[in-house]
Structures are given as C-alpha cells and as structure tokens.
C-alpha cells in the first residue's frame, strides 16, 4: 500500500518539510512506503484526506510565535470526520532568498503572513523601506525571484536548495526559539500509526461549544479536568460565525482519551457542552534531524 | 484642539470607515475637531499614538467569522502605554469591485488575508479557478483594477466610491451577520471621551502571564471572576514569544475597572499573574447610520 499525504504547496513549504520527516518515519517505523501531494492551501490540505483524495494531511496548528493557525482550527472544526495521528514539532529558521547581491538591491519582500510576521522587527531594521508583500506560502513568490534582481522572499533553508537559489540571510526569524507543531490527520476510521505508538498518546485535543454566555460558564470545563489533574496545554477560542461574542473552546490535554481520568472527565464534559467534538489522542514527535532534504515527490 | 487619529490606510479601509464615525461622534458629543491619518500597517497604527505622532488610533481587534486581529493583541501588549477608550462595532458587507464587464473575465482577487477568508466559500462557488493574492489592506490593491480588466478586489461599497471604481457583486460575504469590533486607544494619560461617557463603562480588557503551566492554572483566574458573577465575555490564548506552550491570556470582562467587584476581582487576580496589564475600561458604541461617506483627510 502507497499513502498520499496532502500539505500546502508548492514544494519546499515548512509544511512538506514536516511532511517528508513524517513520510521518512512511517517507513522506518512501519515499512509503509507514501508519497507527498502539494494543495494551494491548508484548508484544501484537510479537504483531501476528506474526500479521500489522499489517505493522510500534514497540517500547520500552532507557531510559538505566531501563535495559532486558525485555518486549520476552523477547518478541523467543519470537516468533523479528521482524527489527529501524531503531533510533529519543527524548529524554524527563515532565511533571506534574493537573487540580488546586496540587501540595499531589495525594493520587495514576499512571504506567507506567518513568515513576515516572524521576522517584522528584522525587517524593520535592516529593510526599513521595503514593500513588504504576503503570499498563499513561503514558497510561492521563489519562481519571481529570478526575474526581479530587486525582490526577495523569505523562506527555509531547504527551499533556497530545491528551487537552487542563493540566500543572503540567514537567521533572520525575530525569536531563536521559533518552532510550529503540525498535526498528521487522517480519516477517522483510518488507523496508520504503528500500534506501540497508539498505546502511548500524550495528548488529546477537542472542541465545544457552551449553551450559554453566562458568567462563569467556562470555569465548569476547566474545573473538571483540573479537579482530575489533567494539565490543559492550550486553550483556544475562534468565533462560532454566528455573532459576535459567541466562541468555540479549542482545547489539547495532557492524557489519553482512553484512560480511565480521561473518560469519567469527558464523559462529564459532555453534560455541559452544546457540541463536543473529539480530534483524537496522540503523540508528540519533535524533528530534530532532517536525513533526506530531497524533494520526494 | 485638532486630534490626529492613526489608522490602516490607504483610505477606505474598514478601519478607516470606523474612524469616520468615531470622528463625526467625537465632533458632536464633545466638538473636538480631529482629521485622520492613514498608516501602512495596524502595528504602525498604534505605535504611532504611542509614539506622540497622533492622539487616538482606531484598530480593529475581533471579526465575528474570522476572530482575534492578533496583531492588535500583540502590539497593545508590548506597547504597554496605551488604553482604551472606546469600542466600535461596525457590520461588514463586503463587495467584489473591478473594471470587467462578468465573473467570467476575472482571473485574479485581491484583498486582506481576513476578507478572503470571509468570502471563501462564495470565491469557490462562483470565481473557483481565479488565483486569490493576499495585499496588506482591503484598498491597497485597487490602484490596480484600472490597468488589468482581469483583476479584482474585494472591499467595502464606501470603496469602491471612494476610488470611482464600478462594484460587479455585493453582499459576497458567506456569512450575513458579518462584523468587527475595532478600539479607539489613546495613551494612558489622555482623556478624550466626554465625561458622561467614562461613568458608564461597560468593559474592561487585560492580559496576563501566569507563573507556572500547571494543572488548572486557569482555573484560578476564571474563578475570580465567576464568583463574582462578571461576565467573560471573551478570553485568547497568545504565545509568549518564549516556548512553545507558554502564553498570555487576553480577557474582556463585562464591568468597568472603577466598580467595587471589579476592584476586589482584579486585586485578587494579581496575586497569580506573573505580569497583569489592564487596558482600560470603555463603553461599545455600534456603528449603525453612517451619515459621511465623504474622505476626511
């Protein structure tokens, strides 16, 4: 059997990174071999694995600068039939890609908001004049870069060597200890992780909506996992798109669903939620080291 | 007294269209004159008032579909020197704007990452080949419409008068009750809202870091205020810029600052909080009749 896994494109985005690492350790760990597909977006990404165009998505979730990916939250969200596999953490380090030879040369700078965000007070100091121009990802405004001698991109290290063009900066992320966590989801029947994995997941994460915006309505939620010792490692809110001030609680827990605490805490969620949505009970994999840097597809 | 109000240009921006109003009604409740002024960016918007370069800044903090603008959020928290003084809420009614004759001859939509994301589903349903190109404000892009009949750009009906430019769709938002709530700030010092109005404030917002992520670390926060039967009306979760996994917490609680239980509560808050910001208290003023479509500045 041959996997397809879905992440944002084109080749040589934070995402595929995060997905060839995935791609690599699947076989190593369960001889599966798989192949990677670029979509032009998050959102289409998750969309994928549901109409079964590919068995597996790669997907961005939260930047620790950044901070949350709300795409993917929504998406997950709307989509209801997504089961998170494993978490993968990747330390990010952008790079300055110009085909220019001096940072005085650079009238543009392209990249997906995240990335310019990442490195605002860099830009602000060494590129105070330039017109700064987002893009769907790092990786889409690289095919300019050889037209326009005066236009820059900020993306990975990686994708300077896939699309072979020369970096002029390095480091140049505003935060060393920049990283984003990326969720590999499948369907939800789908079980793709070898079995000594599933026995030790480490964290669950869900979504709720509240009947009511009353006083105190959230405190109840919290108390039930806190009273059970279970830590909440995120907390969340994104608009339920009804009216203003009506919220969704995106919440990732430190505990199998299937222990015991875990159950007797959502079974009792349950009574105070208006919709609960489970994403599933996994793993955190940090990528650490990177054997292939080819592109695989 | 002439005030100078800072916000995401160029003209015809939604934020723009807040500031107008906040500007009419500043004139008619206190007869303070003020003129506006546009920034490339809402960081530079409200780094401007606390830079002295203008008095007030209107920025957008939350839409009801897409949620926190959470470069607002990251900026009043570094800024550290500025308050609220009022919230606007202005509903959105977003239209496609260009010079083609039909849907049929458009290739390429432009607008802020937050109005595309707003429009999606009705850019899938009728537009599903064109290329979607992220510009840094709803207006930026539409000096463009009139050189390439294949463009447009999504905007506001007052934009699209502004810049004498012919509308091709309204009402292409994918949800009706679309709006988004801006804050006027000032510097802490600065008291610009008439007198009647600061005793009838109906919320107050703070951020906070907590010491230790243990379990139910939040649970202690929220209970503060619950006990005390004040509203959350909203809470956001913002990385620290620190580890992944560390954030602030942003809360709007319905009670102004000054009362006696928000007093006790925030007394009481302080005592877990590593570091407490409170960014003022204010009344929200809906933006429902717009008398002036005119440009001000």
Redesign the interface.
Known sequence: MTLAIAHLGPPGTYAEQAAVFYLNWLAQTTGVAATLRPYPSI?QSLQAVAKGETQLAVVPV??????SV??TMDTLWLLDSLQIQLAL?LPIAHTLISCATSLEQIKTVYSH?QAL?QC?SWLGQFLPTVQ?????STTEALQLLTQDLTAAAIASMRAAELYNLPILATGIND?P?N?T?FWVTSQAQTEISPQKYSTTNTHTSLAFSLPA????A??KP??I???R???????????T?????E?LFFMDLEADRNSPKMQSALAELSTYTEILKIFGSYSILPITTLKSVESID
């Open positions: 959102a939260e930047n620790s600068i950044e901070g709300t795409m953490v908001p965000a605002q700064i121009i987002p893009s769907n935060y200890e990283c966590r915006n009353l006083p105190g959230l405190v919290l108390q996992f806190a009273q010792e279970i830590n909440l490692s995120r907390i969340e809110s994104r608009p798109k009804r009216s203003l001030g919220y």
